[in-house]
């Protein structure tokens, strides 16, 4: 069975622009979460979806959105791109909601 | 607010070694209790997990002990190998809810 993937890997954006990253879940799990990665702070949850639906929220500003695709497939934007937005962005999947596999990142540098 | 406290932040351990890393929650909503191994470049990976009503889980060379009166949990890896040298991170999911809290990690670094 094919794990999650994410797309793109690595990504350079300058500070004001913004950013779609792209999460594909494990065959037949509809719950699909985003998590922000940095030194720093380590692992935040930023939202989850589960069936198109945004089923739960972390404490990130507005410019973080994601939606969620009938396949699945989820995507996260980040506008108006600010230098602290430089992190890793995992994505994962699950079919309970208990057991979470995770993708292995996008490495987001803005510069 | 930290939800889930995590210690140390790094340990180096002796192959063969036990390794044991520790984690303390406050809220009591909290419901499941997994631990994450993270590579360099990699995504964490599902190591073990546990509920709120057994004290104790294991898995090969891994322990998770829960002390739910204590609030506190902990990994323990038995006969540590070179190739567990990997970050953990120990995480907390509130009841009903898919949010994960995540402790800050713990370096772990087995010598051989």
């Known amino acids: 069975k094919a794990g999650v993937t994410q797309t793109p890997r690595y990504l350079i954006k300058t500070r004001g622009q913004q950013v779609t990253l792209s999460c594909s879940p494990i065959s037949g799990h509809r719950s699909v979460s985003w998590y922000q990665q940095t030194p720093g702070q380590g692992l935040q949850f930023l939202f989850e979806y589960f069936s198109e639906t945004q089923r739960n929220k972390g404490n990130f500003p507005g410019r973080f959105s994601g939606r969620q695709f009938s396949n699945s497939r989820s995507e996260m934007n980040v506008s108006t791109l600010e230098l602290g937005d430089s992190a890793l962005y995992l994505c994962a999947s699950s079919l309970t909601g208990s057991e979470q596999y995770f993708g292995p990142g996008t490495r987001l540098t803005v510069t | 607010q930290q939800q889930v406290k995590q210690s140390p932040q790094s340990l180096i351990v002796q192959k063969g070694g036990i390794s044991i890393i520790n984690c303390a929650y406050e809220?009591?909503?909290?419901?499941?209790f997994p631990w994450y191994q993270q590579f360099p470049g990699k995504g964490p990976a599902l190591l073990i997990a546990?509920?709120?009503?057994?004290s104790e889980k294991k898995e090969g060379r891994f322990t998770i002990s829960f002390n739910k009166s204590a609030k506190q949990f902990s990994l323990h890896i038995m006969d540590s190998q070179p190739g567990d040298s990997a970050t953990y991170f120990c995480a907390a999911r509130r009841d009903n809810f898919n949010k994960f809290y995540f402790g800050s990690g713990t370096k772990l670094n087995v010598k051989p």
């Open positions: 809220n009591t909503a909290f419901d499941y």
């Open positions: 546990i509920r709120p009503d057994v």
